[in-house]
């Protein structure tokens, strides 16, 4: 049996699934605008599995998980209406509402996603490939962070109630929402990234238009009723379809005033330009990286491998905070290249249901072609694939391919390939991948290894001035939430973290006064009467 046949018996016959891992196809028909489940009757687009099953006959056909609407610029125009109409020019029920009554609604939400755990995990499983485990990861993470946003809100908000006196002026200083929030999230966290936005918009004032990602859309859909009881009328609403024809339309329209976006710079950018009031925009964007590894002579080797594993391959290394490129002083490239693809080989491909799988099938099924064109055209200027099996694919599933050397020739070295390669490049001096990181650009974060203080020291103060994040010894990675989340160049716009999201989609207002004993008299008479949901003295608990 050959290699590739061997991946291809990887996949499933339709008999052969576990009954705990098995789907019923899901085919959405309805989508949450101005608080109503309207039915779509027009286009759907149908959902392939990043899974295939396997013929009786040896042939690979993708599972079918359901199916979701096809909206256009009608269906784009009714839920931004209604997201619009809730907003009321700030003088909505939502926007005016007290903190603790957005934070109830928020926590009743949070209470009702979890009973709808079970169907998101399988959605998140079939619809993108990820482990059972990292579904289940991914889901519970995302109640974590609700949990964390509403806590870092009472804490910012119980700042803010209090009343500052300077110079004869008494005011108060509060955040308030900045308007409608289009918020998209990317494919490889559909539920967590598109979350670490939403919620902080949500609670913070804004209403939202919510479009799902290509790939994993239907797994919003379970949500969409949590939504629609937990929040007020157009709080948040959704639309379905080709992003390339609604989302031009929406923003468009001007009347979006914040876009949050997780996906690609050159998409950010056509965006932000066609809106028609750019001043009035707000961008929060997570985007391209190509985090590279600075691997020095004197790294702890068994450290470094199992790190660069985890960081270039989590996932099947389709997360913009991996490892996108390794470079390694040549001193120990050899020695580094062999452990690190006897680690590689040790990974199990296999399906998400399937307990201790690392290397999973990818959801877009155009990718494994991609990715072999960009090992060919690297071993073509010289590389080689250095893991036995690297590069070979069957399906959606591409076993991953550690590529060395390689060098600026090659579309490995410059592009984020978002996937199973992982380019190795040797270096005799530092400041060949200094050099690189400064050209880059990208300026997320860098993977640092080595154990000399003073060349550590040195690099340190010289990345952090390239990138947002610098890791030492260590793999890139995002968490732990309370930590920024940022980058520089065209890795983003705006900084994430629990904290900094709830700044991110607000903006500093006050009320101020005289400092007069009628003006006094006044105020105390509306906070003693609470009669104003802003101008207020109440801790949240």
Known sequence: MTKISELAALFPLANDIPADARITPLHQRETLVGGEMRRHEGDTKTVLSAVHLRQEDGLLVPAEVGSYPLGGPKEAREALDAAVSAYDSGRGRWPTMTVA?????????????????????????????????????????TVEYISATVEALKELDNGNSRFQVVDGTIAQIRRAPLGVVLCMGPFNYPLNETFTTLIPALIMGNTVVLKPPKFGALLFYPLLFAFQKAFPAGVINTIYGRG????????????????????????????????????????????????????????????????????????????????????????????????????????????????????????????????????????????????????????????????YPVNERMRLYHEEQFGPVVPVVPFDDVNEPLDYIIRSPYGQQVSLFGNDPQQIGLLTDQLVNQVCRVNLNCQCQRGPDVFPFAGRKDSAEGTLSVGDALRAFS???????????????????????RRSNFISTGFLL
């Not at 660069?308 to 099947?316: I, P």
């Not at 020695?335 to 399937?354: I, N, T, Y």
């Not at 090992?375 to 099996?389: D, I, L, P, Y």
């Not at 207002?509 to 004993?517: I, N």
Request: aromatic share 4%; charged share 25%.
């Open 101 to 141: 009554g957005r934070i109830a609604c928020v926590e009743h939400f949070a209470r009702l996603m979890v009973e709808r755990r079970e169907e998101v995990v399988r959605l998140i499983m079939w619809e993108i490939g990820k482990t059972r485990q990292d579904a289940q990861k991914e889901f519970d993470r």
């Open 507 to 529: 903006i500093r207002s006050m009320v101020a006064t005289r400092q007069s004993s009628s003006d006094k008299a006044l105020l105390t008479a509306i906070v003693d009467g």
């Open 244 to 403: 390339e024809e609604i989302v031009p339309y929406l923003m468009g329209s001007g009347e979006i005033n914040v876009l949050a976006l997780i996906g690609s710079s050159r998409v950010a950018d056509s965006l932000k330009k066609q809106h028609p009031k750019s001043n009035r925009l707000r961008a929060v964007l997570g985007l391209d990286a190509k985090n590279p590894a600075i691997v020095l002579p004197d790294a702890d080797l068994d450290i470094t491998v199992r790190e660069c594993v985890a960081g270039s391959l989590s996932f099947n290394g389709q997360r913009c905070t991996a490892l996108k490129v390794i470079f390694v002083h040549r001193s120990i490239a050899d020695s580094f290249v062999s452990r690190f693809a006897e680690a590689v080989g040790k990974l199990r491909c296999g399906m998400p249901w399937e307990p201790g799988v690392q290397i999973t099938p990818l959801p877009d099924q155009k990718k494994p072609r991609y990715l072999a064109e960009c090992v060919a055209e690297a071993v073509k200027h010289g590389a080689c694939v250095v893991n036995e099996g690297g590069g070979e694919s069957a399906g959606t599933m591409f076993r991953p391919a550690v590529v």
